[in-house]
């Protein structure tokens, strides 16, 4: 039998970038995820952005399309909008919001329980059903593209938490140029 190190590797790193709190390079998903309210998660900064809603439904899609082709299929796609960043409310409630962070996990579990049913590398080097590359390369591309999405994920959070929206700032608090912050606004405060 081949030694299956490589694909132990890619688990922890799956797994490391979801969900670690020791992550090196920044917030896991789950942790860029942790306080982002319903309120905050449906809402887009511009309307040519994806909102954290879109993102976290996004991720999802495509970790079920590497199981799809892990299992063989060489149909499974996604070719849509519709399929690949979702047909989402402008408002996402409590249920919605909590359905979609389940589905990302389901479909992250879903992702290492499939891994984990492999004995040895040598996958690793076969052509993806339906692709040109292989799934060394998808699976190193679905780690990346989490770290990508966190990224704006995190960007996103921080605007909207700026903005005030889902935190104890109203619109109202607002001053006229926007920052919830008031005209007491040191600049000292931030260097």
């Given at each position: ?39 905050m998660a ?38 849509t909008p ?61 780690i990346n ?47």
């Open positions: 039998m081949v030694p299956n190190d490589e694909l132990i590797r890619i688990i922890d790193l799956l797994n490391t970038t979801y969900e670690s709190e020791e992550a090196w390079h920044g917030p896991s998903v789950v942790e860029a995820l942790r306080g982002v309210t319903p309120d449906g809402r887009k900064i511009t309307p040519n952005t994806h909102s954290i809603a879109e993102l976290v439904f996004h991720m999802t899609s495509w970790r079920i399309f590497c199981v799809k082709k892990m299992q063989g299929d060489a149909t499974f796609d996604i070719t519709d399929k690949n960043f979702g047909a989402l409310p402008d408002k996402i409630d409590d249920f919605e919001w909590e359905a979609l962070q389940m589905e990302l996990s389901l479909s992250q579990e879903e992702l290492v329980n499939e891994l984990d049913k492999r004995d040895d590398d040598e996958f690793l080097e076969d052509i993806v059903p339906g692709r040109d590359y292989t799934y060394y390369d998808m699976l190193h591309g679905i593209h989490d770290l990508y999405h966190t990224g704006q994920i995190v960007i996103l959070k921080k605007v909207l938490t700026f903005k005030g929206v889902g935190s104890s700032y109203a619109e109202s608090d607002e001053d006229e140029f926007g920052s919830p912050f008031g005209s007491s606004y040191d600049q000292d405060d931030y260097y």
